[in-house]
């Protein structure tokens, strides 16, 4: 169920500026046309983590401190799901960052790497 990159309408320049877990995040949105939108938050798209509460949340901090070393304080490209928000008021996103000259997906990395898994909501 990997994702690869579109050539959507719906990508946009951010910044991380906080990590809550290993599929919430905080981004500062630039929409261009010096047009920015600060604080939103994103809910990883198509996949789930562990919660940093209750029975699971040593697993919960793994995940979130994996997904900080990736994202945290850096640039990164969204992918949003047009007027798409999930039950908490989150937008869902499709989060990419560059390695190098070639985009990651870090939703398919997160699985990848044991930190979270796939999820259809």
Do not use: C
């Not at 699971?56 to 945290?72: A, E, Y």
């Not at 390695?99 to 939703?107: A, R, S």
Request: net charge positive; aromatic share 12%; no cysteine.
């Amino acid at each position: 169920m990997k994702k690869s990159v579109s050539q959507s309408i719906y990508h946009y320049n951010a910044k991380v500026v906080q990590v809550y877990d290993g599929d919430t995040i905080t981004v500062d949105i630039d929409l261009g046309l010096k047009t920015m939108i600060k604080g939103e938050k994103l809910r990883l798209h198509r996949i789930n983590a562990p919660e940093v509460k209750g029975h699971f949340k040593s697993k919960g901090f793994q995940s979130r401190d994996f997904l900080r070393t990736i994202v945290d304080q850096k640039m990164i490209v969204i992918e949003t799901i047009k007027d798409r928000k999930e039950k908490y008021g989150r937008y869902l996103a499709e989060v990419w960052i560059l390695f190098g000259k070639k985009y990651i997906n870090v939703n398919d990395l997160m699985v990848e790497k044991g930190f979270a898994v796939f999820k259809t909501y």
